[in-house]
């Protein structure tokens, strides 16, 4: 029997049920999840939001697979006052590097956003006096490692805080009456979780 959970992963965790020197893992979720249950891509320790856990394989490969080019949305809170021009370049494609090599980024939306209503993260970003801050809304249809990092960085807006906000057409305002919270973990219908191959 397939099933399908859908965490709100915090701050400082490790994308994985197995341990890996002194950060927490899924397994230190308060929830109990079947053996057979694995995470669907990742989310780096420093990054927050919507990761799904299922035991459907089949999902999992459509999810992954780079020529289906699924919808993921971030929340981005950056260094400085994004701008317009800085948003275009976003929605162009940039270069970044991986692994050493230079990459183009595909085509994404990308668009300034009032500060969203989120959970505190814990620890707080480190503010500094001088140097204001501002959120931009990221959809990619693409996974690459520290992505969006790499991109904001790349336009001149270094990320302080990065939430995924949504897969598909499923977001973290659809729980908990949109006052989800880092740790929460719901089960999801099949039939939901089309939604996030929309």
Same mark, same amino acid.
């Given at each position: 029997?397939?099933?399908?959970?859908?965490?709100?992963?915090?701050?400082?965790?490790?994308?994985?049920?197995?341990?890996?020197?002194?950060?927490?893992?899924?397994?230190?979720?308060?929830?109990?999840?079947?053996?057979?249950?694995?995470?669907?891509?990742?989310?780096?320790?420093?990054?927050?939001? @919507?990761?799904?856990?299922?035991?459907?394989?089949?999902?999992?490969?459509?999810?992954?697979?780079?020529?289906?080019?699924?919808?993921?949305?971030?929340?981005?809170? =950056?260094?400085?006052?994004? /701008?317009?021009?800085?948003?275009?370049? @976003?929605?162009?494609?940039?270069?970044?590097?991986?692994?050493?090599?230079?990459?183009?980024?595909? $085509?994404?939306?990308?668009?300034?956003?009032?500060? $969203? /209503?989120?959970?505190? *993260?814990? $620890?707080?970003?480190?503010?500094?006096?001088?140097? $204001?801050?501002?959120?931009?809304?990221? /959809?990619?249809?693409?996974?690459?490692?520290?992505?969006?990092?790499?991109?904001?960085?790349?336009?001149?807006?270094?990320?302080? *805080? @990065? =939430?995924?906000?949504?897969?598909?057409?499923?977001?973290?305002?659809?729980?908990?009456?949109?006052?989800? !919270?880092?740790?929460?973990?719901?089960?999801?219908?099949? !039939?939901?979780?089309?939604?996030? /191959? @929309?």
């Amino acid at each position: 029997m397939f099933r399908y959970f859908l965490i709100y992963k915090p701050f400082g965790m490790l994308s994985q049920f197995s341990r890996e020197g002194e950060h927490a893992t899924l397994a230190d979720l308060d929830f109990i999840f079947p053996k057979d249950i694995y995470p669907v891509g990742r989310l780096d320790a420093d990054s927050e939001g @919507l990761l799904l856990l299922t035991n459907d394989n089949y999902l999992k490969t459509k999810l992954l697979e780079p020529r289906n080019r699924h919808k993921r949305t971030y929340y981005v809170q =950056v260094e400085g006052e994004i /701008t317009d021009e800085a948003c275009q370049q @976003l929605e162009d494609g940039v270069k970044i590097s991986i692994n050493g090599k230079s990459y183009l980024t595909l $085509p994404a939306s990308a668009s300034s956003l009032d500060e $969203p /209503t989120l959970p505190e *993260r814990n $620890p707080p970003i480190r503010f500094r006096k001088n140097i $204001p801050t501002s959120w931009v809304s990221i /959809t990619l249809h693409e996974g690459k490692n520290r992505q969006v990092r790499r991109m904001t960085a790349a336009v001149g807006f270094p990320t302080l *805080r @990065l =939430v995924r906000w949504a897969i598909g057409k499923i977001s973290l305002a659809d729980f908990e009456s949109g006052g989800a !919270k880092p740790g929460d973990v719901w089960e999801v219908t099949e !039939k939901e979780v089309r939604r996030l /191959t @929309l």
